[in-house]
């Protein structure tokens, strides 16, 4: 054998051993990293002030280890010196949980968040104490736990909390909440300056007139109900509206108008809303506050008192407008046996059908909402709706956008709304 031979066969020989120790030392730690006893904690520990908080939290993070298993914990001890002795535990998590992508408000939606462990530790509730503005620093220890086996991290980390002043997680509402303010600013001027923009027709409120001509005719009152729901509710707070519109056309026309209300703050509203629209018409001497009254605070005598003024006085029209529940059937088929021109309005889509085959007219959802500005076509409300129909509209676009967009695997369109 040469000398050349020879030196190609040691060096095959070294490399073979180097392979065979290298793959039998992988081998031996996977499968030592399985057993309780033998435990391999994280090559890094870092702590820092948790980011658009108040002040309140610091987040610790480390590489996975290869003992990470639901028999394994994680503990992490909690010190105000960085010499102490690290007694007082902060948190106790299974070694298999609490990764970087739990908070993609950080970390983003990388691939490789799990491979990280994640937690937030609030100092305060491991001291028990108010810890808001002290400007600690606090210090950490990482341990790796399995039966009675312990094995700590070599790094103390440290960090102190602080509170920060913008809430970057929140950016894409405040960018929405700027772009619709500018849409509804715009609105506004433009039906300043053009009194007269289109709004579409809704066949209900264009048969109030209808409605309130017969009513005066007839020398018949006219009988206003609400729903059941309290002030706070959109619905009440929309049927208002409308129950001032009707009020001043009433104080214009001269007829009477009867308003039942299950709810005493309900009632004190609405009679303040009558008195404004007659003082608005000039007819201050017309209202009478005896014709907005209480009737019944529950559903059922609720039902029956409204029922029986309907047939004892046969109003010659009748508006439901508001939230309501199973009484709708029973108003609206007594009010349609009296004869009288009935107009209903609500965003209660499961009694939209009892409205639509008993009532003359129904106001559907939205157009609830929608009745105040078109009744008065004050600019303010006229561009505020305006406004919320460009809005929806582009919200439709973006959905069909992202559908398609996500359709060809491109994501990153729904996660600019995510609300974290």
Do not use: C
């Given at each position: 054998m040469s000398f050349s031979q020879t030196k190609t066969l040691i060096r095959k020989i070294v490399y073979c051993v180097i392979v065979t120790v290298f793959s039998t030392s992988l081998s031996f730690e996977a499968a030592f990293a399985r057993l309780p006893g033998f435990l391999i904690p994280p090559k890094d520990f870092s702590a820092f002030d948790t980011p658009n908080d108040a002040g309140e939290t610091i987040s610790l993070t480390w590489p996975a280890s290869p003992c990470d298993n639901p028999d394994a914990?994680?503990?992490?001890?909690?010190?105000?010196?960085?010499?102490?002795?690290?007694?007082?535990?902060?948190?106790?998590?299974?070694?298999?949980?609490?990764?970087?992508?739990?908070?993609?408000?950080?970390?983003?939606?990388?691939?490789?968040?799990?491979?990280?462990?994640?937690?937030?530790?609030?100092?305060?509730?491991?001291?028990?104490?108010?810890?808001?503005?002290?400007?600690?620093?606090?210090?950490?220890?990482?341990?790796?736990?399995?039966?009675?086996?312990?094995?700590?991290?070599?790094?103390?980390?440290?960090?102190?909390?602080?509170?920060?002043?913008?809430?970057?997680?929140?950016?894409?509402?405040?960018?929405?909440?700027?772009?619709?303010?500018?849409?509804?600013?715009?609105?506004?001027?433009?039906?300043?300056?053009?009194?007269?923009?289109?709004?579409?027709?809704?066949?209900?409120?264009?048969?109030?007139?209808?409605?309130?001509?017969?009513?005066?005719?007839?020398?018949?009152?006219?009988?206003?109900?609400?729903?059941?729901?309290?002030?706070?509710?959109?619905?009440?707070?929309?049927?208002?509206?409308?129950?001032?519109?009707?009020?001043?056309?009433?104080?214009?026309?001269?007829?009477?108008?009867?308003?039942?209300?299950?709810?005493?703050?309900?009632?004190?509203?609405?009679?303040?809303?009558?008195?404004?629209?007659?003082?608005?018409?000039?007819?201050?001497?017309?209202?009478?506050?005896?014709?907005?009254?209480?009737?019944?605070?529950?559903?059922?005598?609720?039902?029956?008192?409204?029922?029986?003024?309907?047939t004892r006085e046969k109003p010659a029209a009748n508006f439901f407008m508001g939230y309501f529940y199973a009484e709708a059937l029973l108003l609206a088929e007594t009010g349609a046996s009296t004869g009288a021109i009935q107009i209903a309005g609500t965003d209660a889509y499961t009694q939209l059908p009892f409205f639509i085959t008993t009532c003359d007219y129904t106001l559907i959802g939205e157009e609830l909402y929608a009745a105040s500005a078109y009744l008065s076509r004050e600019p303010m409300l006229m561009g505020t709706l305006k406004a919320q129909d460009m809005g929806k509209g582009i919200l439709i676009i973006i959905l069909m956008a992202g559908t398609i967009m996500a359709s060809f695997g491109l994501k990153f369109i729904t996660r600019l709304f995510d609300a974290f």
């Open positions: 914990s994680y503990v992490i001890y909690i010190d105000k010196d960085e010499t102490g002795s690290f007694q007082k535990e902060a948190l106790r998590i299974k070694a298999n949980t609490h990764y970087r992508r739990g908070a993609p408000e950080i970390y983003g939606y990388k691939e490789g968040n799990g491979d990280y462990h994640y937690v937030q530790i609030n100092p305060s509730k491991a001291y028990e104490e108010d810890t808001h503005g002290k400007k600690q620093t606090y210090y950490f220890k990482l341990a790796i736990v399995a039966e009675d086996a312990e094995v700590y991290v070599n790094t103390i980390a440290s960090a102190s909390a602080r509170g920060n002043w913008l809430n970057t997680k929140k950016i894409n509402n405040f960018l929405i909440m700027f772009i619709f303010s500018g849409i509804v600013l715009y609105f506004i001027i433009h039906a300043r300056k053009n009194p007269d923009m289109f709004l579409r027709k809704i066949s209900g409120l264009e048969a109030v007139d209808e409605a309130l001509g017969r009513a005066t005719e007839m020398g018949k009152p006219v009988l206003f109900v609400h729903g059941l729901t309290p002030m706070g509710t959109i619905s009440t707070i929309a049927a208002t509206n409308i129950l001032g519109r009707i009020a001043r056309k009433i104080a214009d026309y001269d007829a009477i108008l009867k308003v039942v209300n299950s709810d005493p703050i309900v009632m004190s509203v609405s009679q303040e809303v009558v008195k404004e629209s007659y003082l608005e018409a000039g007819r201050p001497d017309a209202y009478n506050q005896d014709n907005v009254f209480l009737v019944a605070a529950d559903q059922f005598p609720y039902v029956a008192a409204v029922s029986g003024i309907m």
